[in-house]
């Protein structure tokens, strides 16, 4: 099986919170990230989290990680038209390696 | 803007040929990645440098090479190319080995037809 899972779609209406979950597999990851990449675009940095780290938050993101159970989410509050996009989480690991999910497509319906 | 610099953005070219990808990474950052993301294999790390060396080797075809120069700038070399090389070609950079951020570019649109 892979080693980061995310589920591959989401659909919320605008203004309600969104909820992207993550499982990883390696209890040696030092670091997690989500990425959002919008159509024809690159990947842009949302935000990351250590793993000694519980939660993280900015602005409308909030990143739980539950290390026990190796699970990441990523909450977005208030979500909104321009959120749509293909959300995803990576591990970092071994010191030279960044592992990436499948994406999550977040579709907002207005 | 990440400030990391692809270039070319789209690249068609035919089966058998061989194409460079251009990376330059932030200003700052000696640590280069390059990444591969298709449809079918998702986003796959190809190969590491920092400094100029090479650093890790992730899921690189033979056929597939890079290098990164006293500037900084990276380039991916893939030749013999085949249908199945189509993808999106990622560079990313890091001030360090160790990857707390890491910024990509834009992407290079391989088509090989």
């Known amino acids: 099986g892979e080693d980061v899972e995310q589920s591959l779609f989401l659909s919320v209406r605008e203004g309600d919170s969104s909820v992207i979950n993550c499982t990883y597999t390696d209890s040696s990851s030092t670091y997690l990230y989500w990425y959002k990449q919008e159509p024809g675009a690159g990947l842009q940095l949302l935000t990351y989290i250590f793993s000694n780290m519980d939660m993280k938050q900015d602005q409308r993101l909030t990143v739980l990680l539950n290390k026990k159970d190796k699970h990441l989410s990523l909450r977005i509050a208030d979500t909104q038209t321009g959120d749509s996009a293909i959300y995803f989480c990576a591990d970092w690991y071994n010191n030279n390696d960044m592992r990436f999910g499948a994406g999550t497509r977040l579709t907002v319906k207005p | 803007d990440s400030g990391v610099t692809q270039t070319p953005k789209h690249l068609i070219t035919a089966t058998g040929q061989r194409v460079t990808l251009r990376c330059s990474p932030r200003s700052g950052d000696l640590s280069v990645y390059w990444y591969q993301q298709s449809l079918d294999q998702g986003l796959q790390f190809l190969i590491q440098y920092y400094n100029g060396e090479e650093r890790a080797k992730g899921n690189i075809l033979e056929r597939f090479s890079a290098q990164q120069f006293p500037d900084l700038h990276s380039e991916l070399n893939l030749s013999s190319l085949e249908l199945g090389d189509s993808a999106l070609y990622f560079c990313?950079?890091?001030?360090?080995?160790?990857?707390?951020?890491?910024?990509f570019g834009q992407g290079t649109r391989l088509t090989v037809v």
């Open positions: 990313a950079s890091s001030p360090r080995v160790g990857n707390t951020e890491a910024f």
